[in-house]
C-alpha cells in the first residue's frame, strides 16, 4: 500500500508483544487500543519484558505526539487499583508499574475518535455499549450518540466519574454485571443482547482475543473487533485494513 493511503494506525492489544514495532515504518496518527503488560505465559513473554516494551513505547508517544495510548482494564489495574482487573497482574514489580503510569499519565487516555469520508469512528478498549451507557444514565448525561465522542468520555475519566463502574465486568467474563465497561465489554454481549444501539459511529476496539482474522460483527452493530496481534489502519476513504498487507477487513 501507498503510505499516503494510510490515514491512522491501529494496535490492538500488546501484551508485552513487539508486533506493534511495524509502526516504525510511517509516520501517521496512531492509537494504540491498551492492554500493555501482563503477558500470556503460553506466548513465553516474561513480565519484565513486557515492562521494557511499554517503556519503549511510552518514549515513542512522547516523541511522537500523533500517537495516542487508550487504556485497557491490564492498564487500569496499575494506573487505579488491583479492583479493576487482577488477572495475570505483575506483582513483583507492581510498584514501578504503578509508578510509570503515573509519571505519564497525560499521555494515557480511554477513548479516541475521528471522522473519514463523512464516517465517525470511536476508539477504546473492549467498546462502550448500549447497555453500559443505559445502565449509568446518572452518569452519562448526553444523548448515547453524543456520548461517543472521545472529548467527553475523557472528560468524565479524568474527573473521577467513571471509577466505580470501570470495574465492571459482565457475566461471560466471570463478572457479575449485565454489562462490561468500556474496558471490560465483551463483544459476546455486544451481539447477543442488548448492549449495542445501532448507530452510525463505527466503533473499533481490542479486548476479545481473536484467533483469525480482525472481524467485523454485524452490520447493524458498526463494531469491528481487531484483536489479533496485527496492526491495521484505516485508509483515506474509512477502511479497515491489514497494515502488513493492506488487505481490506469486511
Same mark, same amino acid.
Given at each position: 500500500?501507498?503510505? &499516503?493511503?494510510?490515514?491512522?494506525?491501529?494496535?490492538?492489544? !500488546?501484551?508485552?508483544? &513487539?508486533?506493534?514495532?511495524?509502526?516504525?515504518?510511517?509516520?501517521?496518527?496512531?492509537?494504540? #487500543?491498551?492492554?500493555?503488560?501482563?503477558?500470556?505465559? /503460553?506466548?513465553?513473554?516474561?513480565?519484565?519484558?513486557?515492562? @521494557?516494551?511499554?517503556?519503549?513505547?511510552?518514549?515513542?508517544?512522547?516523541?511522537?505526539?500523533? !500517537?495516542?495510548?487508550?487504556?485497557?482494564? *491490564?492498564?487500569?489495574?496499575?494506573?487505579? %487499583?488491583?479492583?479493576?482487573?487482577?488477572?495475570?497482574?505483575?506483582?513483583?514489580?507492581?510498584?514501578?508499574?504503578?509508578?510509570?503510569?503515573?509519571?505519564?499519565?497525560?499521555?494515557?487516555?480511554?477513548? *479516541?475518535?475521528?471522522?473519514?469520508?463523512?464516517?465517525?469512528?470511536? =476508539? /477504546?478498549?473492549?467498546? #462502550? /455499549?448500549?447497555?453500559?451507557?443505559?445502565?449509568?444514565?446518572?452518569?452519562?448525561?448526553?444523548?448515547?450518540?453524543?456520548?461517543?465522542?472521545?472529548?467527553?468520555?475523557?472528560?468524565?475519566?479524568?474527573?473521577? $466519574?467513571?471509577?466505580?463502574?470501570?470495574?465492571?465486568?459482565?457475566?461471560?467474563?466471570?463478572?457479575? *454485571?449485565? =454489562?462490561?465497561?468500556?474496558?471490560?465489554?465483551?463483544?459476546?454481549?455486544?451481539?447477543?443482547?442488548? %448492549?449495542?444501539?445501532? &448507530?452510525?459511529?463505527?466503533?473499533?476496539? %481490542?479486548?476479545?482475543?481473536?484467533?483469525?482474522?480482525?472481524?467485523?460483527?454485524?452490520?447493524? @452493530?458498526?463494531?469491528?473487533?481487531?484483536?489479533?496481534? $496485527?496492526?491495521? @489502519?484505516?485508509?483515506? #476513504?474509512?477502511?479497515?485494513?491489514?497494515?502488513?498487507?493492506?488487505?481490506?477487513? &469486511?
Amino acid at each position: 500500500m501507498k503510505q &499516503t493511503d494510510i490515514l491512522l494506525i491501529i494496535v490492538p492489544d !500488546v501484551h508485552g508483544r &513487539t508486533f506493534w514495532n511495524e509502526i516504525f515504518n510511517y509516520d501517521c496518527e496512531t492509537v494504540f #487500543l491498551g492492554d500493555y503488560l501482563d503477558p500470556y505465559p /503460553s506466548e513465553n513473554i516474561y513480565p519484565w519484558d513486557a515492562m @521494557y516494551n511499554l517503556t519503549q513505547i511510552v518514549a515513542y508517544a512522547k516523541a511522537h505526539p500523533n !500517537v495516542h495510548l487508550l487504556l485497557g482494564n *491490564h492498564d487500569l489495574c496499575y494506573s487505579m %487499583g488491583r479492583h479493576i482487573c487482577n488477572c495475570r497482574c505483575d506483582f513483583e514489580n507492581y510498584d514501578t508499574l504503578r509508578q510509570l503510569f503515573r509519571d505519564n499519565d497525560a499521555l494515557f487516555q480511554l477513548a *479516541h475518535d475521528c471522522e473519514v469520508n463523512g464516517k465517525r469512528f470511536f =476508539f /477504546s478498549h473492549a467498546g #462502550l /455499549s448500549f447497555g453500559w451507557y443505559n445502565q449509568h444514565r446518572d452518569i452519562f448525561t448526553l444523548p448515547y450518540e453524543e456520548t461517543l465522542r472521545a472529548s467527553y468520555v475523557n472528560e468524565l475519566y479524568r474527573s473521577g $466519574k467513571l471509577n466505580k463502574i470501570l470495574s465492571e465486568i459482565h457475566y461471560m467474563r466471570g463478572g457479575t *454485571h449485565p =454489562f462490561g465497561s468500556i474496558v471490560w465489554s465483551d463483544i459476546r454481549e455486544q451481539i447477543e443482547g442488548d %448492549g449495542q444501539n445501532p &448507530t452510525d459511529i463505527i466503533q473499533i476496539v %481490542g479486548h476479545t482475543q481473536l484467533v483469525t482474522a480482525p472481524l467485523n460483527l454485524a452490520e447493524e @452493530y458498526r463494531l469491528y473487533a481487531v484483536d489479533n496481534r $496485527k496492526c491495521l @489502519y484505516l485508509d483515506t #476513504l474509512g477502511k479497515l485494513r491489514l497494515l502488513s498487507t493492506g488487505e481490506e477487513i &469486511t
